[in-house]
């Protein structure tokens, strides 16, 4: 990024405001410890607004509840200590509420337009932090799908929050289309505490399980890169899926959005035979009736 540029920060904070347990503890959300520490880095290096914002399945929640992993701060001091640490601004921002408009986007759906945040829409930079899950629709959700939460359930959602007008048009369609036209910048994806299984959400019996990753690679793993396509393959295969079964990879590769081969992606660090772990895949879901049950589950409280 150059000094003086607009950054947005896109976490996945969909399950804030939505469920009765802590999201960052179970593994359905970002860790804000990660998010807080990459705003950090932009406006030391000089943006001129940090936005960090999210449309997840509630219309607004309670920064000042969106707690760090250990517990000691919260979004909402950390967004104070920045604001009177750097000459940048800093934002917070739950889009289904604050967003100040819709952007339309080029959809190869039926929909033939998407909107998605003018936040999102006129940033210079783009930074996409989702959290690794096994997902019951799109097998995984990542760098990638995370711009899900960039569009208003009050537009998709036919009066509930749930986005039933992306899904039937196709939702893995929808969320590269949102990606093709913004073209993030950049992605950390973490793979600290996640979900296995039945995922997005966390509720055992109904939905997906949390697993920490130190117990299956003796270390929290973050994955990181300018190509969503790559890193969201490098994910997968991390977790022990076959990357040819999961549509929207396949997809992003064959639109050009992206890399997904194996050979052609080049991994710094550690081996991939080294990080490897076993991992629940989701049964995946035609569509919404399936889940009517382990979603009220999830509302009343897992």
Request: aromatic share 8%.
């Amino acid at each position: 990024m150059h000094e003086g540029e607009t950054v947005f920060i896109k976490p996945n904070f969909g399950a804030f405001g939505m469920v009765k347990y802590n999201p960052v503890e179970r593994g359905d959300c970002t860790k804000p410890e990660i998010v807080i520490a990459v705003a950090e880095e932009c406006l030391k290096a000089g943006a001129k607004e940090v936005i960090i914002g999210d449309a997840g399945q509630s219309k607004r929640y309670d920064w000042g509840q969106v707690y760090t992993l250990d517990g000691t701060t919260t979004m909402a001091a950390e967004a104070a200590r920045l604001a009177s640490q750097y000459s940048g601004k800093i934002t917070l921002a739950c889009l289904n509420a604050d967003s100040p408009g819709w952007t339309p986007v080029h959809s190869y759906t039926r929909l033939e337009k998407i909107y998605i945040s003018s936040l999102i829409a006129q940033a210079d930079r783009v930074i996409s932090l989702p959290v690794l899950k096994s997902h019951r629709w799109t097998h995984i959700t990542g760098a990638m799908k995370n711009f899900v939460g960039a569009t208003s359930t009050a537009r998709y959602g036919l009066g509930i929050q749930w986005r039933f007008r992306l899904h039937n048009a196709g939702i893995e369609q929808s969320f590269l289309d949102i990606v093709r036209e913004v073209k993030p910048d950049f992605t950390i994806l973490d793979c600290s505490v996640c979900c296995e299984g039945n995922g997005p959400h966390v509720c055992p019996g109904y939905w997906g399980e949390t697993v920490d990753m130190r117990d299956r690679l003796g270390s929290w793993l973050l994955l990181s890169g300018a190509d969503l396509a790559a890193v969201d393959a490098t994910a997968a295969r991390v977790i022990s899926h076959d990357v040819s079964t999961i549509t929207h990879l396949q997809m992003a590769y064959n639109q050009g959005i992206g890399q997904i081969q194996e050979p052609q992606i080049d991994l710094l660090g550690a081996s991939l035979a080294e990080l490897q772990v076993p991992w629940k895949k989701a049964d995946i879901t035609a569509g919404f009736l399936e889940v009517l049950w382990p979603g009220l589950n999830l509302l009343l409280g897992c």
